[in-house]
């Protein structure tokens, strides 16, 4: 090993072939087949971050966009992991896989590397080590969808119901005629019909 570090024109010694041959960077997180996971990030760590909260005015992501059927969510926002994801997944699949042309759609992706220091840990020496990929989504967001083939509205909600047990928030189902949520409030109670809408009496001057 060590001749192969000297120059054979000049022989001079060159030290950073020894600091490529014995640190060579290697990939820190392994990604299994199926596991949900980026395939590469460009920091290790990451801050920890809140739940946004949608106040904007935005309504992207409430609404179905792929399947027939979905799950929303209903509470407080909420940082899910992916190992909940998967488990949920999982149980969907499960339950669909007697009905032949039936999709999973999954709406987010856990891209988030959490760290977590141990229990009774004095102060410093710098952050925990990594633990498990997570996402952060606001109330109102999809998080699953269901379709692919027609499906009963009846299977519909005892698959996506049994998935919503597996997740920590309350979910809610939805359909293609949901409206959007902004917020904990629905579109209808924001621009509510025109039959419905107050009429108010002229008055002379």
């Not at 949900?36 to 992501?61: D, F, M, T």
């Not at 229990?119 to 699953?144: D, H, S």
Request: hydrophobic share 35%; with cysteine.
């Amino acid at each position: 090993m060590l001749s192969s570090l000297f120059s054979r024109s000049s022989a001079v010694f060159k030290p950073q072939n020894i600091f490529t041959a014995v640190f060579k960077p290697q990939n820190i997180f392994t990604r299994n087949r199926g596991q949900l996971a980026p395939r590469q990030v460009k920091y290790i760590k990451r801050h920890k971050g809140v739940i946004p909260i949608p106040i904007g005015g935005s309504i992207k992501g409430t609404t179905l966009a792929f399947g027939q059927w979905g799950l929303r969510i209903k509470g407080n926002g909420v940082r899910f992991s992916a190992k909940q994801l998967t488990t949920a997944e999982d149980v969907i699949k499960r339950k669909l896989k007697v009905l032949k042309g039936t999709k999973v759609y999954l709406r987010v992706f856990p891209d988030i590397p959490v760290c977590i220091k141990g229990n009774e840990t004095r102060m410093g020496k710098g952050k925990g080590t990594f633990e498990f990929w997570a996402t952060r989504q606001p109330i109102g967001r999809v998080i699953f969808e269901i379709g692919g083939s027609p499906i009963r509205e009846e299977l519909a909600r005892d698959i996506l119901r049994q998935a919503a047990s597996k997740l920590p928030t309350t979910m809610e189902f939805i359909s293609r005629s949901t409206p959007p949520r902004l917020g904990k409030i629905s579109s209808w109670e924001l621009a509510p019909p025109k039959s419905e809408a107050p009429v108010q009496d002229s008055v002379s001057v």
